[in-house]
């Protein structure tokens, strides 16, 4: 059964649709934010009532729209909330101009913690101010105290981290917090692929086509394929209750910046065969190196591959899921190596595989079968190039 999700009371009958954070087939829960309405100078964030999956969306960005206006419409889960109870919902709204939002952004700040002391609960700037000198001053005291702990030992120094990089901390320590990780380690021989990589390369230039394929976005594609064989690696666990598999294949890509990682998306990778998906992944990198990722470039992952690449000696790695993702694959240096060929030993390119999961929902079969099906691919990769 369907529910609806309409538009409360939030301070003037008629207010603007600025953006939409949800799309169908998304997974939400209560109080999470579905879209932001501008509200007189103050832009105000919608939120759920209830949790379960969106079916449809009524509404788009710059549409005009009323109080009790359809949004959309949710296939809810046993956790409902009535849907018009604005009495019940009214404190989740946050009532905050757009200079404020961006400061709170900067300053890695939940408005939500904070109480407004402007019209009709509006967050002002004074509010922002005496929220900082609060925590700054529990945050020095506890600092200080560290401090003093090891200076006593030789000189120290006090480095502020900035928001990347504290948001990576995060969100790094929510996925070892809530996943049961297990790490599979295997190696792929990828002497034919490289070889046929920088043959298509070679053509594509020939072309006058100025993209070039990588072996990470062979694996995108890869990995594309896979999850289409391997439904619960494409899921979500609900409450260790409910599997939610998703239907639609997004690859984020672990990218390391002088500030933290990022996780940019590739959107229905497996729509797109592998020229496509090296355009749109270097269009994503330039975006990176120019400060210019946009919000939606990094939602709507459903597994991650993390690229060490030759960037490191490293040749296995444990990499964290990416949380509420059940599963991530990690890529070492490829390295020659001899291999028994059951008369002599040949030198091949061999690439170490790392994949991590959560226990909770893939088993060890499960994970062998996953990589076995992934070196299978990696000895037809022509038929994914098409």
């Known amino acids: 059964m369907n529910l609806e999700i309409r538009l409360p009371n939030v ?29 007189g100078k103050a832009m105000v964030e919608v939120p759920s009532q209830i949790s379960g999956t969106v079916q449809d969306i009524k509404v788009k960005v710059n549409d005009k729209i009323t109080t009790n206006c359809l949004l959309m419409l949710v296939k809810a889960n046993h956790d409902i909330l009535t849907t018009n109870n604005n009495n019940m919902i009214k404190n989740y709204y946050i009532y905050a101009s757009p200079i404020i939002r961006r400061l709170a952004y900067k ?30 001053h529990k945050t020095s005291d506890v600092s200080e105290s560290i401090v003093k702990q090891y200076s006593k030992y030789g000189n120290v120094k006090l480095i502020k981290l900035k928001h990347d990089k504290v948001s990576t901390i995060k969100q790094l320590s929510n ?12 190696e792929v021989d990828i002497t034919n692929i490289e070889e046929f990589r920088k043959n298509y390369n070679n053509k594509l230039i020939n072309q006058n086509i100025p993209i070039k394929i ?23 666990l609900i409450d260790n209750k409910e599997l939610l598999l998703k239907k639609y294949i997004n690859i984020g890509i672990v990218v390391a910046t002088n500030t933290g990682l ?45 690229n060490l690449g030759n960037n ?14 059940v599963a991530i694959l990690g ?34 079969l499960d994970s062998v079968n996953f990589i076995n099906f992934i070196k299978e691919l990696v000895l037809d990769i022509r038929n994914l190039v098409t």
């Open 262 to 306: 990022i996780v940019p998306v590739l959107h229905n990778v497996n729509n797109k065969n592998i020229l496509t998906v090296s355009y749109e992944l270097d269009t994503l990198l330039i975006k990176i190196r120019n400060n210019k990722l946009e919000l939606s470039n990094t939602k709507g992952s459903n597994f991650t591959i993390s």
């Open 175 to 186: 996925s070892w917090k809530n996943i049961p990780h297990v790490t599979q380690f295997d």
């Open 11 to 39: 301070g003037m009958d008629r207010v603007e649709v600025i953006e939409l954070l949800v799309k169908v087939g998304d997974y939400i829960n209560i109080n999470q934010t579905l879209l932001v309405v501008e509200v």
């Open 312 to 325: 490191s000696s490293t040749t296995m790695f444990t990499p964290l899921v990416n949380f509420p993702e």
């Open 107 to 136: 300053l890695n700040i939940n408005l939500k913690n904070i109480v407004g002391t402007g019209r009709n609960g509006r967050i002002l700037r004074c509010d922002i101010d005496k929220f900082m000198q609060q925590i700054n």
């Open 214 to 236: 990588t072996l990470l976005t062979i694996f995108i594609k890869i990995i594309s394929v896979a999850l289409q064989e391997f439904p619960y690696f494409n899921s979500v």
């Open 331 to 364: 890529l070492s240096k490829a390295r020659i190596m001899p291999i028994w060929n059951g008369n002599n030993f040949v030198p091949k390119l061999m690439l170490p595989l790392s994949l991590s999961y959560d226990h909770r929902v893939i088993n060890g």
